[in-house]
């Protein structure tokens, strides 16, 4: 049985299956997502016209701004002079766009996790929409498949879009722009691999607090507060760990054995100190017969 509404749409006609309840169109056309996929695009439409809207206002300012930069490079090369003034010029002129693209991408993982990934299954617990599941057809595993893999896909889309640009854009100055010691914060947060596994991480914390708390406000306050820890560990911690062994190195001492003295890419030697001053130093008096002198051992050698 199919019931038929004109609800005041010229030249369209709906029709409700009485059997399912379902309205569809007459021509019976289906989209690009129907089902499930379809469902999660709806829910999170917005998140998903919002993140595609960064990503393309990013991408397009990072690709123009390049062009500026490489005819500054170009003209004024790419070494830093002893005064000081090549950079000076360049973070007049290019500095805010690195300070804002470097923002962007260490804001961006934060706002992923706190607002997409502690409300993603805190919202229906709390709403209590996830008790219909049980209800339903479609089995819980790809609910819950259906339900992380298209948000987690768009976030890390987004990012490695953005990361990418970002990249290519501070690779040709990286002599000059947000300062040449690559560990010491921006450069290493704001490019490469690093904003999207930050991304992966505090999203999959966000819905893991989520999943425990049940509550939306809760689960994002306390993401927030786990952001905040984190970051500070990561700063603190983490983050100055690869540049520790190339100061700590030259201090250490071989008292017994040690290996040739050697260079290394960093600019420091290791290995036992010169011969000559560990003989003079630290070798043991000897207890051989000294030689006779010359023309003693002259005598009774003839």
């Known amino acids: 049985m199919s019931t038929t509404s004109t609800s005041g749409l010229t030249g369209a006609t709906d029709t409700t299956d009485g059997a399912s309840g379902l309205p569809h169109t007459a021509t019976g056309r289906r989209g690009l997502l129907h089902g499930l996929p379809w469902l999660v695009c709806r829910r999170h439409r917005t998140f998903l016209r919002l993140a595609l809207l960064v990503t393309v206002v990013g991408c397009a300012t990072f690709a123009y701004q390049r062009i500026g930069v490489m005819d500054f490079l170009h003209t004024r090369g790419t070494t830093p002079d002893p005064d000081g003034r090549l950079a000076n010029d360049f973070q007049n002129a290019y500095g ?7 923002q962007l991408l260490d804001y961006l993982p934060v706002l992923i996790g706190i607002f997409v990934g ?57 002599k000059l722009a947000m300062g040449s010691d690559w560990l010491a914060g921006g450069p290493f947060d704001s490019t490469g691999p690093v904003p999207v596994a930050r991304t992966l991480f505090l999203t999959a914390c966000g819905i893991a607090i989520g999943m425990l708390i049940k509550r ?67 070798a043991p008096a000897s207890t051989a017969t000294p030689r006779p002198a010359g023309p003693s051992w002259a005598s009774s050698t003839g």
């Not at 805010?96 to 470097?102: N, W």
């Open 118 to 174: 502690a409300p993603l299954i805190a919202g229906e617990q709390e709403h209590g929409t996830i008790k219909l599941v049980t209800t339903q057809s479609v089995s819980r595993g790809r609910w819950i498949t259906a339900t992380l893999a298209l948000p987690l896909a768009v976030a890390v889309l987004c990012t490695t879009l953005l990361s990418a640009a970002f990249t290519w854009l501070w690779t040709p100055a990286h």
């Open 96 to 102: 805010s766009v690195f300070l804002s693209g470097s």
């Open 216 to 282: 939306v406000v809760p689960a994002i306050a306390a993401t927030a507060v786990f952001t905040v820890v984190t970051g500070v560990l990561w700063a603190e911690q983490v983050r100055p760990r690869p540049s520790a062994p190339c100061a700590a190195s030259p201090t250490r001492t071989h008292p017994t054995t040690a290996p040739a003295c050697r260079s290394t890419p960093y600019g420091w030697t290791t290995g036992c100190p010169p011969r000559t001053a560990r003989s003079t130093a630290s």
